[in-house]
């Protein structure tokens, strides 16, 4: 028996089952928090940003030049890198894609906490708590959903594990 199967199984997740839909639109939540992010740092549709990366502007350079945490000198130095930028706007962009549709969850999750984890370090310390934020519940919506198959409850997750079901990273 599969990990994935005994999991499920364990679980009780089937798809009738209510959580299913809840994660589900923890998901479809999520993944517009991660669009968004990325439509308004590309465009600047001045939600969060002055201006868009189309315009020329660093979509990191901002946040991480700004940071005084523990690890500041080197975000300082990352701050408005073309790989960081590049990377940045790929992880929002493809975060949320994914999460929208359903696909690409396993390497969504493992992606996303990696960013949540970056993003975490550079903010340090948590302005309310020590430690928690929501970088963590983040991270942990990202690994619960691609945990539970998420994407097979509205969204495309079904036809895209056919499509990918010789790599068990692209379910």
């Known amino acids: 028996m599969s990990l994935d199967t005994r999991l499920r199984s364990s679980l009780s997740l089937t798809a009738e089952h209510p959580a299913r839909y809840a994660l589900a639109a923890g998901r479809i939540f999520l993944g517009w928090i991660f669009l968004w992010a990325f439509l308004d740092k ?44 590049a990377l940045f706007m790929f992880g929002l962009g493809g975060l949320g894609v994914a ?9 969504a999750a493992l992606g996303g906490t990696i960013l949540m984890f970056m993003l975490w370090v550079a903010s340090l310390w948590p302005d309310t708590n020590p430690f928690m934020d929501m970088h ?26 056919r499509l990918v079901r010789n790599s068990a990273l692209l379910r």
């Not at 939600?47 to 991480?64: D, H, N, Q, V």
């Not at 991270?139 to 994407?151: P, S, T, V, Y």
Request: one cysteine or more.
């Open 42 to 85: 590309l465009f600047g549709i001045k939600k969060g940003t002055e201006s868009g990366w189309l315009s020329g502007t660093s979509p990191s350079k901002g946040f991480l030049s700004h940071n005084d945490g523990p690890f500041k000198e080197v975000f300082h130095s990352m701050a408005g890198q073309v790989w960081v930028d």
């Open 99 to 107: 999460l929208l549709l359903g696909i690409c969850l396993r390497l």
């Open 136 to 161: 963590w519940i983040y991270a942990a919506l990202l690994i619960a959903i691609a945990l539970a198959d998420a994407g097979t409850t509205l969204g495309l997750g079904r036809p895209w594990a």
